[in-house]
Structures are given as structure tokens and as C-alpha cells.
């Protein structure tokens, strides 16, 4: 069963899945949000779509086995405007103009790494395409990157596919999710990816173009064009590109990957299915407790995700806010079970309906505390800490949708 | 004069499957209602089994879904799913 309004993307799954036959029952849109005598309006309309598919023949199974993509290259105009139409007519673009993916800039992009142009990184939802080497360089050129981020757009990719992920959810969802691409490491200097001043802003051709790449990648590999499979109700600007590197030279405390594992002196990427960054402004507190307050009362709020569904966020502290905390003594690990303990939003503060959808499956007092507060973050493993930005008393927050993050190191 | 550029569109290779027979007489037969877990899917399936148990009065319903909306269903509920079903209806996509 499927509203009207996304039974293009479950057709298309069915299709991409090898069956294109699966009868779908379609009734209007919404179901949720509506009151009992409108859902129980909608039940007589499905149970009437299911009645006439029991009366109606079996459709054929039809077909074999296929492959669908299209031509391997096209030949366009050479009048700019002309082959800047043909991209965005394609549905191609991001409604930005691209940089045309010749075979010249394709091989010089592929010839930045030590990998073959066929090798598979794995499927992207929701249309299950093939990310190969070469796809990916080829969204990599449209992008605009320079062949030295290659290696940095095809470690993101990789962990985007990792199970953890959950990409097919973050592809599909009608939440703004969209992937937040962190670099660390001393490839992040070496490529003038910014983690200073505006380091969530425009300005730097590597985190425009690295972030953009992904997102081409997700779009026309995965088939996640927005309107058609991609369901953002809201979408935000993270998804024209959404990256930026940890400022590890002012952060007080070990950066990102050292925390999971890494060597300090490897370049890994860590991606995080985010939405749009929430700024934590604090021009008062002069201690690490007045700051911590103020990171706590912006995450308190409803409306995010991470309210009520585990998965990790992210608090990016900036350098001044930083070394106010840090100079108090407190570690990382003070800082998450600070943000564990006080991050809670008053239950009167939920509508009852959002509770109730809240507690699908939970018992009040699996989610509830004493004190009738709501945890923001589910365990303190969750929580992670970075330091970037630029002078100034503004840290930010990253809500999530329901993914963890993954981090690969950059080959 | 014209410029050769290359398809950014990642190839899906479609692996055919085949659709068990389609059931077309529900009487004596187990209906699986799965619920992914979206808002008011629980409701429309009450509507749902009275709508079924008054035309097919002697078809057994039976429901099984998944918890979290945004993850996979896990693959032993729907093993048994596959197991039980003479007919699954799966809802609800919106």
C-alpha cells in the first residue's frame, strides 16, 4: 500500500528490485496526520483496490534480467549555453551549471588514484545503481573538484554504503538529511579544506565541490532526484554540499578519527546523514559550565530527529567556546556526559500526539525520566565532539537522521 | 561540431524475480497486515481486518511489521512472514 504521492519511488524500487509486476494498492495522500474517520475513509478506498486486484488476471512476470543506465557518452553542442540545458534537462544537475564531464577530465580524475575505473564501491539506493570508479569521477568533474580531492570523494562514498549508514533510509526519507562530509588528517591542510571562519559557509573550492561531488553522486547514481525518489519534504542548503574539516590545530583535545581509532597522521573522512547546522551563540558565559549550559538548551528542543530516534549527533564547538571549556579542565568525555545529563527538553514541551508517536513500541519510562524530562541523546556514545570555525563565541550543532556515522580512512 | 561527455547515471542491473501466484480466494487463508511503522498505519489496518473479516469472514489476519520506519525490516520477521502469508499487504509508503 502507498500514497499517491510516493508511488513513483515505490514503482521504481519494484522495478529496480526485478519486480516490476508487484501490484501496489495507491490511495490518496496522507494517512498520517489525519483523524479516525478520514484513515477509516481511506481503508474503504484500499480495501476496494485490493478487492478488484483479487478479481483482476494475473498480471505477466515478464522480462529477464537487465541493464538499464543509458548510453556510455553523449555527443552535445559546443555552445555553452546549449550543453548547460542538456545536463539540467537531463535532470543531471543540482540547478547549478556543471562542468562538463569530457573523457580528458574524467581520465585525468581517475588517473589522481590507484584504482580501476570498473571497480565497484557497491549499489546506491533507492535505483540500486553501480557506483564505480568511474561513475563517481565523472560526477566528481561535473562537481567541479580538482583531481587531488578524488581520493577524499571516493573514501566518502565507501562509508555512505557501509550498512550503518543507512543510506537507502536517508535516500528515501521525507527528513532533511543529508550528508555532512568531515575531514581529518593532514590531507585537509595539504587540500585547503576549510575548518576556520565560514567553515560551514562558501568560499573554498574544496569544500564546495567535495560536498557537491557526493551529492551528484547520491542523485544520479542512486536515482535520488528530488520530486521523483528523493522525498525531502523540506530538503535544506547541505544538499547543494555540506563539507568542512575539523580545526584540529586549535582544538584542546584529540580530533575526531584519533578518538575512533585512527593514527593521527592518517586523512580519514566521517560522514553523518545531517541536517542543516543550529548555532550556538554565547557571548556571556566565561566558564565551561555557562557554555555547556548554552550548548544544552539549543540542543532541548523538539522538532529534531535525535528526540526520538537513537542515532549519533554531532557538536561542533568553535575554538573560542572551546578554549573557554578546556581551560575550566574539562575533557572531550567531560564535555559529552555534561551534554548527556542536562541535554533534555520538558515533557509538557511535546504535543501528545508527537508522545504518542514518541513512544511507538516504548514504555513511558523507557523514555521518560523522573523529572517528566526527555533525553536528547539516548546513550553518551552518541554524542560526538568536534572543534572548527573561525574567531568568535559561536559553536553549532548537527541534528541527525536515523544513521550512524562511518569513517573511513582516505587511501 | 560537438563535444563528447560521459553518463554521470550509475547502470542498474535488474535481477528478475518471480511473484509467488497470486491468491485470489481469501476464504481460510492467513492475510499478513506488515506495518512499517508510520503514523496511522495501525489504525488504518483495524479498518483494514473489519473491512476483510466481514467479506471473507473465515480469513485469518494476522499482523507483523517493523519498529523503526527508516531501517530494513529484520530478515527473520520476514522469513516468517514468507512462511505464514497466503497474502501479505504491506503498508504503508507515504
Known amino acids: 500500500m502507498v500514497t499517491d504521492q510516493f508511488r513513483e ?30 484513515v477509516s475513509k481511506r481503508a474503504d478506498w484500499a480495501f476496494k483496490e485490493i478487492a478488484r486486484y483479487l478479481k483482476s488476471e494475473e498480471g505477466s512476470a515478464g522480462g529477464d ?10 555527443s552535445i ?17 543540482d540547478g547549478l551549471p556543471v562542468v562538463l564531464p569530457t573523457p580528458d577530465r574524467v581520465r585525468q580524475m581517475i588517473g589522481s588514484v590507484d584504482r580501476e575505473p570498473d571497480e565497484v564501491l557497491g549499489l546506491i539506493p533507492p535505483a540500486w545503481g553501480e557506483s564505480t570508479v568511474l561513475k563517481v569521477a565523472i560526477n566528481a568533474v561535473m562537481a567541479g573538484c580538482l583531481p587531488s580531492y578524488f581520493s577524499v ?34 590531507l585537509a591542510r595539504e587540500l585547503d579544506i576549510n575548518c576556520k571562519g565560514n567553515c560551514f559557509g562558501q568560499g573554498w573550492r574544496a569544500n564546495a565541490t567535495i560536498g557537491r561531488a557526493v551529492r551528484l553522486v547520491l542523485q544520479n547514481v542512486g536515482g535520488a532526484v528530488p520530486g521523483k525518489l528523493d522525498k525531502a519534504t523540506m530538503g535544506h542548503p547541505g544538499k547543494y554540499t555540506y563539507c568542512i574539516a575539523e580545526n584540529e ?36 558565559s566565561i566558564s565551561a559550565e555557562g557554555i555547556l549550559t548554552t550548548i544544552c538548551g ?108 562511518v569513517t573511513k580512512q582516505i587511501k | 561540431m560537438t563535444l563528447e561527455v560521459l553518463n554521470p547515471l550509475g547502470e542498474v542491473k535488474v535481477k528478475k524475480q518471480a511473484l509467488v501466484g497470486r491468491e485470489k480466494n481469501l476464504q481460510g487463508k492467513t492475510v499478513v497486515l506488515f506495518s512499517n511503522g508510520k503514523a496511522n498505519v495501525g489504525l488504518l489496518f483495524d479498518n483494514l481486518e473489519r473491512l476483510l473479516s466481514s467479506q471473507f469472514p473465515s480469513t485469518r489476519t494476522v499482523r507483523k511489521g517493523k519498529k523503526n520506519v527508516a531501517l530494513p525490516a529484520p530478515a527473520a520477521v520476514l522469513q516468517e512472514t514468507a512462511n505464514e502469508a497466503d497474502l501479505v499487504i504491506c503498508g504503508i509508503g507515504d
Open chain 1, 249 to 284: 590545530a586549535l582544538s584542546p583535545w584529540a580530533p575526531l578519527h584519533v578518538d575512533r581509532g585512527f593514527d593521527p597522521f592518517a586523512s580519514t573522512v566521517t560522514v553523518v546523514a545531517a541536517e542543516a547546522p543550529q548555532n550556538i551563540n554565547d557571548h556571556g
Open chain 1, 9 to 38: 519511488l515505490a514503482s521504481a524500487e519494484a522495478k529496480a528490485l526485478g519486480i516490476p509486476e508487484l501490484p501496489l494498492v495507491v490511495i490518496p495522500h496522507p494517512v498520517g496526520g489525519l483523524k479516525e474517520p478520514d
Open chain 1, 153 to 186: 570523494v571516493l573514501a566518502a562514498v565507501e562509508a555512505l554504503l557501509e550498512e550503518k549508514f543507512n543510506l537507502y533510509g536517508v535516500q528515501t526519507t521525507t527528513h532533511p538529511g543529508s550528508p555532512l562530509v568531515i575531514v581529518n588528517g593532514p
Open chain 1, 298 to 405: 539549543t540542543l532541548a528542543h523538539t522538532g529534531h530527529n535525535n528526540l526520538y530516534w537513537a542515532s549519533d549527533l554531532f557538536v561542533v564547538i568553535g575554538p573560542e567556546h572551546a578554549a573557554t571549556i578546556a581551560a575550566d579542565g574539562y575533557s572531550k568525555q567531560d564535555v559529552k556526559e555534561y551534554i548527556y545529563d542536562h541535554a533534555r527538553v520538558p515533557v509538557n514541551k511535546i504535543s501528545p500526539g508527537q508522545l504518542e508517536n514518541y513512544l511507538s513500541g516504548l514504555t513511558d519510562a523507557d523514555y521518560i525520566g523522573p523529572d517528566r524530562t526527555v533525553r536528547v541523546v539516548k546513550t553518551i556514545d552518541d554524542i560526538n565532539v568536534i572543534v572548527a570555525g573561525g574567531p568568535g563565541k559561536h559553536s553549532m550543532w548537527v541534528p541527525t537522521f536515523i544513521s550512524y556515522s
Open chain 1, 65 to 74: 534480467d537487465s541493464a538499464k543506465g543509458g548510453p556510455i557518452q553523449f
Open chain 1, 77 to 93: 553542442s559546443k555552445d555553452a549555453d546549449i550543453q548547460q540545458s542538456f545536463f539540467y534537462n537531463k535532470g543531471w544537475t
